[in-house]
């Protein structure tokens, strides 16, 4: 069985998630950062955007067509700063990362029987298949709605008070 289905469904989920997420908040609120080391809301949609155009799609489709072809580097947490992600408009961000997003999903649907055995070698997890780098891309979408879901809770926390979202439950 194919696993696309679930990994387009998975990944048009943030079409509708990352924008929602967003929804009422102020450019003040999308850039303000929960520490020196945490990302703001505007830096974490900038690593989306980037992540869909310079990483996950790509190696992707260099693992299908030719797995020894050479991965162009990355540098996901040096660019927060090198690209000034937090000075960036956030509606542009927005709108690069959701046209990126949808045009990889209609590369994905138009794949034929892919290669999902085809492997590169990464040079600290070893060898990656085509398949679980989309597996690995499912999974960072995952995992970074949650960091945006815990920057809404963080927002709303800096407003009303920790004393008072206690009724709400514990993060």
């Keep these: ?11 048009e989920t943030a079409l509708t998630v990352v924008p929602a997420l967003l929804t009422g908040l102020t450019p003040d609120d999308l850039r303000v950062r929960p520490g020196a080391d945490g990302w703001s809301l505007l830096e974490i949609v900038h690593h989306l955007a980037d992540e869909e155009r310079e990483d996950f799609p790509l190696r992707l489709r260099l693992t299908l067509e030719d797995p020894t072809r050479a991965w162009p580097p990355i540098d996901p947490t040096g660019w927060v700063a090198a690209r000034a992600y937090n000075r960036q408009d956030p509606d542009a961000v927005l709108r690069i990362f959701l046209a990126a997003r949808r045009a990889n999903l209609d590369w994905l649907r138009r794949l034929d029987e892919p ?21 690995a891309w499912r999974a960072h979408d995952i995992l970074h709605l ?21 009724y709400a439950g514990s993060w």
Excluded: C, F
């Excluded at 069985?1 to 990944?11: C, G, K, Q, T, V």
């Excluded at 290669?115 to 597996?135: E, F, I, K, Q, V």
């Excluded at 800096?158 to 979202?165: D, N, P, S, Y």
């Design 1 to 11: 069985m194919s696993p696309l289905p679930d990994a387009i469904r998975d990944l």
């Design 115 to 135: 290669a999902w055995d085809n492997t590169h070698p990464h040079p600290s997890l070893g060898p990656m298949s085509a398949l679980r780098l989309l597996h």
């Design 146 to 166: 949650r960091q945006m879901l815990h920057r809404r809770w963080w927002l709303l926390e800096r407003t009303a008070g920790a004393g008072e979202l206690a």
